[in-house]
């Protein structure tokens, strides 16, 4: 099929594009490169350009003959949604509606879309399944719940097929360690212990460890990027005209901040020194999945199910590349 994978070029993005291409799709990557990188998108063409252009977009569905698109370009820190809302808004919502615009004038009707365990907010109730309801409790969970109701509303209105894909905690990087996460600045918990391990930071900050969770810290699901990636391309395949998916992604494993070090310490070998701090806005003290769903419908099973698997793939990563991509530009140099 012809891909247009818009966010190609971040962390998510990347290891979707690889597998599209692995799999003998067309792929075309649309990025502005805001939080992307250029050296991330190997083997499939690179249009720089906005989400917000309509006029481009559709010249670019034509143009290409693009029958499908992938949409991860977002804003996805909860911290900074709570302190700048107005980018998230802008962003994650009404640029997405013009790409929305785009596709129906230019009569693209699949879509799969990545969405959050930040709609849920903080539920009761612990796994979460898509009967859960909805009630975020930041900026940026609302605002990938916005884009949820309209992708059902254009489903039914206009004959959509989509399929929005409530990621956990994507993590981890491809296993043979040439593209993974590299956010500037990195304000992710494994990235950030990894940083320690090399060296890079004195120490990791927990952010509180008076959570209502048997050691006290935030329990999160770690689901590995290239997990989320083979999701995508299944989901891909269920796409039907005014069809609908919604879908939780995890492993259904819960991994608390203080475990997620121990994992790393042990992948590491280093100690990775921590320090305890405030708690950070808008974080749920409990995110765990039941994905019983998605392994129903898309046939999908997590092939890293284990914090550590998930972690020595980061490992392999970060170590090779302590600066990231630009360790890559530079070797190039
Ligand atoms: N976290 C932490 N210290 C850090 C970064 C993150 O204690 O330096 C915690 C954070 O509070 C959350 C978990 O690690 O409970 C995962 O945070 P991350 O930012 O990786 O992902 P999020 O859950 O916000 O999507």
Redesign the pocket.
């Given at each position: 099929m012809r891909i247009l994978v818009i966010g190609g070029a971040g962390y998510v993005g990347s290891h979707t594009v690889r597998q599209l291409l692995r799999t003998g799709h067309d792929v075309f990557v649309y990025d502005n490169l805001s939080k992307g990188h250029r050296q991330s998108v190997k083997d499939a063409e690179l249009i720089e350009g906005e989400l917000a252009d309509r006029q481009k977009l559709i010249r670019i569905f034509r143009e290409r003959e693009i029958e499908a698109v992938m949409h991860f370009a977002a804003f996805a820190l909860?911290g900074e949604s709570v302190a700048q809302p107005a980018i998230y808004y802008q962003n994650n919502v009404s640029a997405t509606l013009e790409l929305l615009e785009a596709m129906r004038a230019a009569q693209v009707w699949r879509i799969v879309f990545s969405s959050t365990t930040a709609t849920y907010g903080q539920p009761e109730r612990i796994p979460i399944a898509e009967t859960t309801p909805q009630m975020p409790i930041n900026p940026y969970g609302f605002t990938k719940l916005v884009i949820e109701h309209a992708l059902s509303d254009y489903a039914q209105a206009y004959g959509f097929g989509c399929a929005a894909l409530r990621y956990f905690?994507a993590a981890g990087a491809s296993p043979d360690g040439d593209i993974g996460e590299d956010h500037d600045p990195e304000?992710?918990?494994i990235p950030?212990v990894l940083q320690t391990a090399l060296g890079q930071r004195e120490r990791?900050?927990?952010?509180g460890n008076d959570y209502p969770t048997p050691d006290g810290t935030?329990i999160?699901d770690y689901i590995h990027v290239d997990d989320l990636a083979d999701a995508h391309l299944k989901a891909l395949d269920q796409l039907r005209p005014s069809s609908n998916l919604q879908l939780n992604l995890g492993t259904g494993q819960g991994q608390s901040?203080l475990s997620v070090i121990e994992a790393c310490r042990k992948v590491t070998g280093h100690p990775i020194p921590t320090t305890v701090e405030a708690r950070?806005p808008g974080?749920p003290a409990e995110l765990v999945a039941d994905s019983s769903l998605a392994k129903k419908v898309l046939g999908w099973e997590p092939q890293y199910p284990d914090i550590e698997s998930i972690v020595e793939t980061a490992w392999r990563w970060h170590s090779a590349h302590p600066r990231g991509y630009a360790s890559q530009a530079a070797a190039a140099r």
């Open positions: 909860v905690n304000s992710h918990l950030i990791i900050g927990i952010f935030c999160r901040v950070r974080d």
